[in-house]
């Protein structure tokens, strides 16, 4: 999946399940060289990291199982930048990696639990709203003060940022906006985390 014309920075996507094609593609898009990650070994020389949607049960085991949770804690605690989204949220979370300080609570959308779609205005994300999909979408529940609430939808966090990591519970790799893959390339291109 690498993109060999690219010279721009490398960013991994985290590979084991779930939706992580469609990432790739938005990646290149914004001129970064990807990577599929599912070793430990594969989280070497990357400048930042995607971690898609998909279910976060068996996306756990798949980080147990290649020995994945420490290298992935390490990583973001680099400083690198990191783009959690859906699944890839929950997988951070207090209860699993515990690298955000928050609580998903999984399929938390009652009103409409398969899928749904919001614009979304995303405090920092220049360019007006923001078209989200949500796909059996967690929210996050409960947080600590180091994290920032980008985006809510009916008063529940759907867009958080701590550190490095952004994380959103819907899918911005399959609508074509790809201004949050964007953020991530550019500011791996900086080499600056946040
Ligand atoms: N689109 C998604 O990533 C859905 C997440 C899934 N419902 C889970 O709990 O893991």
Request: overall charge negative; charged content about 20%; cysteine-free.
């Given at each position: 999946m690498s993109d060999p014309a690219g010279a721009g920075p490398r960013v991994g996507v985290l590979a084991l399940q779930g939706a992580f094609a469609a990432h790739a593609r938005a990646l290149h898009r914004c001129g970064a060289r990807t990577s599929e990650v599912r070793t430990p070994a594969g989280l070497q020389g990357l400048d930042a990291l995607v971690l898609p949607g998909g279910e976060s049960t068996t996306m756990m085991l798949g980080i147990a199982r290649e020995g994945l949770a420490e290298p992935l804690r390490a990583f973001a605690a680099s400083g690198r930048p990191v783009l959690a989204t859906c699944a890839g949220l929950i997988v951070l979370d207090r209860e699993r990696l515990g690298v955000l300080d928050l609580r998903c609570a999984r399929?938390?959308?009652?009103?409409?639990?398969h899928s749904f779609e919001e614009d979304l205005e995303l405090a920092g994300l220049d360019g007006g709203p923001l078209h989200a999909v949500f796909i059996r979408a967690p929210w996050v529940a409960e947080h600590g003060p180091a994290v920032e609430v980008l985006a809510t939808v009916d008063g529940h966090p759907v867009a958080v940022r701590q550190g490095a990591v952004t994380g959103v519970?819907?899918?911005?790799?399959?609508?074509?906006?790809d201004r949050l893959h964007a953020a991530l390339v550019a500011r791996a291109a900086a080499g600056t985390p946040g």
């Open positions: 399929n938390a959308f009652g009103r409409q639990l519970s819907f899918h911005p790799e399959l609508t074509g906006d």
